[in-house]
T-cell receptor, first 114, second 110 residues
């Protein structure tokens, strides 16, 4: 158990809908990262937050957004969902914001868009 | 993605050494990592190496980095059936951008 929690574990929704994925980092970790893992694209870095502020942005679509709250939990919002958004979404946390050499991954949320 | 490449499959016999290879293209990488993913689970960080190092050993794991050739390898000594998993190499670049390889599925044959 990495100490990172994600909810829900599974989510099934229809195209065009909007969902929110939630992540609680390990106690004491200030950074949260979001990743998307799909069969055709592999593991893609989406976005990083550090202590409530956006720190780095990867291949995140405009339909997706994220935020980190004062209690350091983070939410990833996915809107206007398409079939191709079906994937595993992981969050990870780390203590360091800059040279994050040790990221701890949550168990993931499996999103199925039908 | 972003030109971090790995072979897809590797099969070894229990007790042998496994070598998983990774190539990357960006010379500005700061850290390089190896992660393990077991079925239905998240990624577990196994080890990492700073880009100005060329070797790191951690128990059964040995990481070799050839910065000139942009080649990273992970050697697992005395491979066990519990080592069967998907192994990802990853790199971090300035600006906190992270890129993962496609993953290598390691199968250990008893």
């Amino acid at each position: 158990d990495s100490g990172v929690t994600q909810t829900p574990k599974h989510l099934i929704t229809a195209t065009g809908q909007r969902v929110t994925l939630r992540c609680s980092p390990r106690s004491g970790d200030l950074s949260v990262y979001w990743y998307q893992q799909s069969l055709d694209q592999g593991l893609q870095f989406l976005i990083q937050y550090y202590n409530g502020e956006e720190r780095a942005k990867g291949n995140i679509l405009e339909r997706f957004s994220a935020q980190q709250f004062p209690d350091l939990h983070s939410e990833l919002n996915l809107s206007s969902l398409e079939l191709g958004d079906s994937a595993l979404y992981f969050c990870a946390s780390s203590v360091e914001g800059a040279s994050s050499y040790e990221q701890y991954f949550g168990p993931g949320t499996r999103l199925t868009v039908t | 993605g972003e030109d971090v490449e790995q072979s897809l499959f590797l099969s070894v016999r229990e007790g042998d050494s496994s070598v998983i290879n990774c190539t990357y293209t960006d010379s500005s990488s700061t850290y390089l990592y190896w992660y393990k993913q077991e079925p239905g689970a998240g990624l577990q960080l196994l080890t990492y190496i700073f880009s100005n190092m060329d070797m790191k050993q951690d128990q059964r794991l040995t990481v070799l980095l050839n910065k000139k050739d942009k080649h990273l390898s992970l050697r697992i000594a005395d491979t066990q059936t519990g080592d069967s998993a998907i192994y990802f190499c990853a790199e971090s670049r300035p600006g906190n951008q992270f890129y993962f390889g496609t993953g290598t599925s390691l199968t250990v044959i008893p």
